[in-house]
């Protein structure tokens, strides 16, 4: 008669490593990426509740107000003309975001093709960085002012001006990996069965490129921020009708001595949308970074 063994008890392991632990774990190992995101994030959102956060015109003028201090009326106080800082403060974030994003998107798509038909294509490697390099050696400042001034002033000359010296630093990046990818056995294999080169970028490639370039496309969105605000603030910029971080500033620089509030929460709130962007951009670097992203 042969024994009966008792049954072995099931042993449950707790899952101390599941999906909402490693979220957790995640963000507190990335604590500048969640930082930036919610500032950006509140920034953004303003910036589009504007319209319904704003407590008067932004057109409004009444001399009887003017350089008043930041009172319960007008929270921010008032500019020269009597209009009220606050409101135009609020829909001025609405140019700096348009412009970064859009600057950001425009600059990363002609960066991408550019750098991969110079990385790929070798008789069109030397011509195309060598005007690269020509756009790279006048500041970027510089090179945006003279495409302004043979233009007429507008938010899409402006974006225009601003794409021009950003997409230099897209298209190094994107030359630069591209001749690293192009050794790698993945891609010789496909060209090896026939794979047409286009079809090759786009399956291949690009999707290998995508996190430096979420990371690059940050950086250039706070550069085409702040150039913004610089170039409304030399007065070749946004129209001065418009209201923009770098308007308010440049009406506010005459009257700074006795209406420091002008300039003073404009250039917090620009200061602020420049600090997420970067702070988003260093936080994705060292997220996507595989050496970093084995520590987690």
């Not at 007429?152 to 601003?162: D, E, G, K, N, P």
């Not at 230099?168 to 056995?185: A, I, M, N, W, Y």
Request: hydrophobic residues 55%; neutral net charge.
């Amino acid at each position: 008669m042969s024994a009966v063994l008792p049954p072995v008890p099931e042993v449950v392991v707790a899952d101390d490593e599941g999906p909402p632990r490693l979220k957790w774990r995640w963000l507190r190992k990335n604590p500048t990426l969640v930082l930036g995101a919610v500032l950006l994030v509140l920034v953004a959102l303003v910036a589009i509740a504007a319209p319904w956060l704003a407590t008067h015109d932004t057109e409004d003028i009444d001399p009887s107000a003017r350089l008043e201090a930041p009172s319960a009326e007008h929270r921010f106080g008032t500019d020269a003309l009597g209009r009220d800082v606050y409101s135009r403060a609020l829909l001025g974030g609405r140019i700096s975001l348009v412009v970064g994003c859009t600057v950001a998107a425009l600059a990363t798509v002609f960066g991408v093709v550019l750098g991969m038909v110079a990385g790929f294509v070798r008789r069109a490697d030397g011509p195309v960085m060598r005007v690269m390099d020509g756009l790279m050696a006048i500041p970027g400042i510089l090179l945006a002012i003279a495409l302004m001034a043979v233009t007429r002033a507008s938010l899409t000359t402006v974006i225009v001006a601003i794409t021009v010296p950003e997409i230099p630093r897209v298209v190094r990046l994107v030359r630069s990996l591209s001749l690293t990818l192009r050794e790698q056995l993945f891609v010789e294999a496909a060209h090896a069965v026939g794979t047409r080169l286009p079809a090759v970028l786009w399956r291949h490639v690009l999707p290998n490129m995508l996190a430096p370039l979420m990371v690059q496309a940050t950086f250039v969105a706070a550069s085409a921020v702040l150039i913004e605000a610089s170039l409304s603030f030399l007065g070749v910029g946004i129209p001065a009708q418009t209201p923009s971080w770098g308007n308010m500033m440049a009406e506010g620089r005459n009257v700074v001595a006795v209406a420091f509030h002008i300039i003073l929460y404009p250039g917090i709130l620009l200061a602020v949308t420049v600090l997420s962007i970067n702070m988003v951009g260093d936080g994705l670097r060292d997220a996507l970074d595989p050496r970093l992203a084995r520590q987690l």
